[in-house]
């Protein structure tokens, strides 16, 4: 599992729009889908209910999210502790 999907799943379950994720991350709404699709094929789960005109969490794409949200949470914090002691790779 790629910690990049979670991230974008993460995002679009926040704000509910690919475009607007896509805007965040530099990358096109279609890469943000194939991106959702891609975790949902390795979870063998749909996170999201899409239309055209709209995409809403399911439920397992709730309870998904409660865990993708401290995962990326506590890889951030890692990052973030990791390059405050380090000058230099």
Do not use: C, W
């Amino acid at each position: 599992m790629d910690i990049q999907d979670i991230r974008i799943f993460a995002r679009v379950a926040a704000l509910q729009n690919l475009s607007a994720v896509g805007g965040e991350l530099g990358l096109t709404p279609g890469t943000i889908s194939k991106r959702i699709q891609h975790l949902e094929n390795t979870l063998k789960v749909r996170l999201f209910d899409r239309t055209t005109r709209s995409i809403h969490l399911t439920d397992e794409g709730r309870t998904f999210r409660e865990y993708a949200e401290r995962v990326v949470a506590e890889i951030e914090q890692a990052q973030d502790a990791v390059g405050a002691t380090s000058g230099r790779p």
